[in-house]
């Protein structure tokens, strides 16, 4: 599927909602695809959005953030959640909650000469806004 993040957006703000224990709206939808269509979507990052790492990233799950609209967006094999934050209290909310909840995702190992292995692990307080 060829789409932009603002048309996914767009798309998913016109779904069922609710309210999060955090107070965050989250809008949810079913559309079989993978989380590339986000990764390579056109206008990725001219939008504003991140890749969030985790431990569970492949074709069939993803997460993101953005910091410019509040907002994180996550897929899960076909099922698409938005969480819209009115705030920065309650992104930095949503944020916290993401950190204690997705394992450490890694961005790449290299194996030296000799062996020795270094893991590069994404900054995720870089997600956090400063208030």
Same mark, same amino acid.
């Given at each position: 599927?060829?789409?932009?993040?603002?048309?996914?957006?767009?798309?998913?703000?016109?779904?069922?909602?609710?309210? *999060?224990?955090?107070?965050?709206?989250?809008?949810?939808?079913?559309?079989?695809?993978?989380?590339?269509?986000?990764?390579?979507?056109?206008?990725?990052?001219?939008?504003?959005?991140?890749?969030?790492?985790?431990?569970?990233?492949?074709?069939?799950?993803?997460?993101?953030? *953005?910091?410019?609209?509040?907002?994180?967006?996550?897929?899960?094999?076909?099922?698409?959640?938005?969480?819209?934050?009115?705030?920065?209290?309650?992104?930095?909310?949503?944020?916290?909650?993401?950190?204690?909840?997705?394992?450490?995702?890694?961005?790449?190992?290299?194996?030296?000469?000799?062996?020795?292995?270094?893991?590069?692990?994404?900054?995720?307080?870089?997600?956090?806004?400063?208030?």
């Amino acid at each position: 599927m060829n789409i932009t993040t603002a048309d996914l957006v767009k798309w998913l703000l016109d779904h069922k909602s609710w309210t *999060n224990d955090r107070g965050n709206l989250i809008y949810q939808a079913f559309l079989s695809d993978e989380r590339y269509s986000v990764d390579f979507a056109d206008d990725f990052k001219s939008e504003g959005w991140e890749q969030y790492d985790t431990d569970q990233d492949a074709c069939y799950f993803g997460v993101w953030m *953005n910091k410019s609209k509040l907002m994180t967006l996550t897929y899960a094999e076909g099922d698409w959640s938005l969480v819209v934050c009115s705030d920065t209290q309650h992104y930095n909310a949503e944020i916290t909650d993401a950190l204690a909840f997705y394992g450490e995702g890694r961005i790449a190992m290299t194996i030296d000469d000799d062996g020795t292995a270094t893991e590069y692990k994404q900054d995720r307080a870089e997600f956090l806004i400063k208030e």
